[in-house]
C-alpha cells in the first residue's frame, strides 16, 4: 500500500511519521510504548514499529525495555537533534506540544486544531499554515489559557490564536464560528495525564 506524502513538511515521508517524530522529539523527556505512539499518529502498531526501528537503526531515538516491553524516547545527545526538533516542531509539533501544556487547565472540556493546519493536515489545502487555530472547550480561564499558549508559541516558533466556546456553546452549534469551525477540518487533542 502506498502511503500518503506528509501534508505539513515535504522533508518528511508521511504524516504518521511527522506525528511520531513530534511526539518524541516535543516531549524529549519521556518514554513511550510504540501503541501509544501508533495511536498518537492514527497508524498501525506494524506501521509504527516500522517507523520506530527506521528512527533506531539512525540512532535519533533510543529504546528502553521493560520486561517483554519497548519504550522510546528521542536521543538528545544525537547531533540532528535539534534540527529534527524544529523541523517537527513547526510542522507537526501542535498535535504534541498543546496536550501536556492545556492538560492541567482549569474546566477544560475539550481541545481542537481547526483553520489551516487542520485543513492540510487533512489534505484540504495547499496554504503552509503561518499560525496554529487552537478552539478550548469549557469553562477555561483566559489568563491560564493565555499562559499555555504562550509557552506553546515558544516551542513551536509561530503564534497560536486562541480562542474559546461554552460546553453548551459548541454543543448547541448556534453561533456563526462555531458552526463554521465545526463544518471545517477539525484535529481534536488528546488531554492526556
Known sequence: ???????????????????????????????????????????????????????????????????????????????????????VAFSYGPAAVLPPLLLGLDGIEHAYLFGIWAARLSRQTEAAPKEVDLLLIGNVSRIEASRAAAKAEDLLGREVNVQFATGLEWERGESEFVRQVKNNPLVELTLRP
Open 1 to 87: 500500500m502506498k502511503v500518503a506524502a506528509a501534508k505539513l513538511s515535504p522533508l518528511l515521508k508521511s504524516d504518521a511519521q511527522g506525528l511520531i517524530l513530534a511526539e518524541l522529539f516535543m516531549n524529549p523527556e519521556e518514554l513511550f510504548s510504540i501503541s501509544h505512539l501508533a495511536e498518537f499518529a492514527g497508524t498501525s502498531l506494524p506501521t509504527a514499529m516500522r517507523e520506530v526501528d527506521r528512527l533506531l537503526d539512525g540512532q535519533l531515538v533510543i529504546q528502553k525495555s521493560v520486561g517483554r516491553a519497548r519504550f522510546i524516547q528521542a536521543n538528545k545527545k544525537h547531533l540532528l537533534f535539534d534540527s529534527v526538533s524544529q523541523i
